[in-house]
Nanobody
């Protein structure tokens, strides 16, 4: 059974930090490109960051460059999103997604809420 389980969300003040985790099971994590997306109320889901399966090449949305860092631990089947210098506009539900680099199969997690507010 495929599972992607996000954790680490919560309420944080502007300028603060959070570290999201996404634990994967039921598929070949090391062969999957991993993504973090977010969706704010009333807005479309947007891509935040991605990391390739083996080489670990990363990409970021312009809005988070220099503040967020995506990383992965293939031994633990986990992808992370370190979020620093958080802003109110970062408030959203954050989702992780996997995409198998060979088959193209995609899976989504259930999401974790991040709220940035004073």
């Amino acid at each position: 059974q495929v599972q992607l389980v996000e954790s680490g969300g919560g309420l944080v003040q502007p300028g603060g930090s959070l570290r999201l985790s996404c634990a994967a099971s039921g598929f070949t994590f090391s062969s999957s490109v991993m993504y973090w997306y977010r969706q704010a109320p009333g807005k479309e889901r947007e891509l935040v960051a991605s990391i390739t399966s083996i080489s670990g090449i990363t990409n970021y949305a312009d809005s988070v460059k220099g503040r967020f860092t995506i990383s992965r631990d293939n031994a633990k089947n986990t992808v992370y999103l370190q979020m620093n210098s958080l802003r109110p506009e970062d408030t959203a539900v954050y989702y992780c997604k996997s995409r198998n680099r060979w088959s193209g199969s995609e899976y989504w997690g259930q999401g974790t809420q991040v709220t940035v507010s004073s």
